[in-house]
């Protein structure tokens, strides 16, 4: 794959162009031949979750809300790699990336990004991007993507130093990036996500009544979101430990 055949979509949380904004127009300059699209969520009619469960329970299309939200989906499935990004706003993801979390939060149920590699990035003045990176990589990855960098950059003094320091880091995790990309390399999925989607298949079956949607993407499913060669003793793991959850929340009902 040549570089003028990527596509990067970058998912800014920024409320406005500020320090993380910076760093993608730093990465789109750096690599010109790349089809590079930066989404600014604060340029975007996204609409507060309701928190009514329709998206999950009987399928996203039911969502009463009618906002940009199919769009930046669209932009995901369309893209090679994501970078998701955000500033750090006490400790945490910014408000904007939590209201994007959560008008796709169905995702996690019904994940569909896998083949998809994406990278996390954080900015802060402080203390607390690594919170942020983590939180962003544990919750897309529960979506499909395969994260292959993250990047924590401080942006105290925006001194000369600092900035090329920061930019240096950046430009190292874009280059994972896109070189994660270029390999077609296939993996394996992880433990964690062997449990998450036990736990997932053993929840649709529970609740299939109420929540036919997810009843309905994992009924045909049997050791994973498709089909891949799992090894026998890391599957029976796997098993083991979501059985103990659902256990836990069966005994809590």
């Not at 400790?91 to 939060?105: D, G, H, P, Q, W």
């Not at 994260?147 to 130093?161: C, D």
């Not at 270029?182 to 036990?198: A, G, I, M, R, T």
Request: net charge positive; glycine share 4%.
């Amino acid at each position: 794959m040549m570089a003028n055949d990527l596509k990067i979509l970058a998912i800014c949380g920024s409320p406005h162009r500020g320090n993380t904004y910076d760093i993608l127009n730093m990465l789109e300059q750096s690599n010109p031949e790349v089809d590079f699209n930066i989404l600014m969520l604060s340029e975007l009619n996204l609409k507060d979750c309701f928190g009514c469960y329709s998206c999950i329970n009987r399928g996203e299309e039911t969502c009463p809300l009618k906002d940009d939200r199919d769009t930046i989906i669209k932009e995901m499935i369309d893209a090679d790699g994501t970078i998701f990004a955000s500033p750090t706003y006490a400790r945490m993801i910014s408000a904007l990336m939590k209201k994007f979390v959560e008008r796709t939060s169905y995702i996690a149920h019904r994940p569909m990004f896998f083949g998809k590699y994406a990278m996390a990035l954080a900015t802060c003045a402080g203390f607390g991007a690594d919170l942020t990176c983590k939180y962003l990589t544990e919750n897309f990855t529960q979506y499909g993507f395969k994260f292959v960098s993250s990047v924590e950059l401080m942006v105290a003094s925006k001194s000369e130093s600092e900035t090329k320091h920061n930019h240096h880091k950046a430009r190292i995790a874009y280059q994972k990036l896109i070189d994660a990309i270029k390999s077609h390399k296939k993996f394996e999925p992880s433990l964690n996500q062997l449990v998450y989607f036990n736990i997932f298949k053993s929840i649709s079956e529970l609740n299939k009544l109420k929540g036919w949607a997810d009843y309905e993407f994992y009924k045909d499913k049997k050791d994973f979101y498709y089909d891949v060669e799992v090894p026998l003793l890391k599957n029976k793991l796997a098993k083991w430990i979501a059985g103990k959850e659902i256990k836990k929340m069966k005994a809590n009902k």
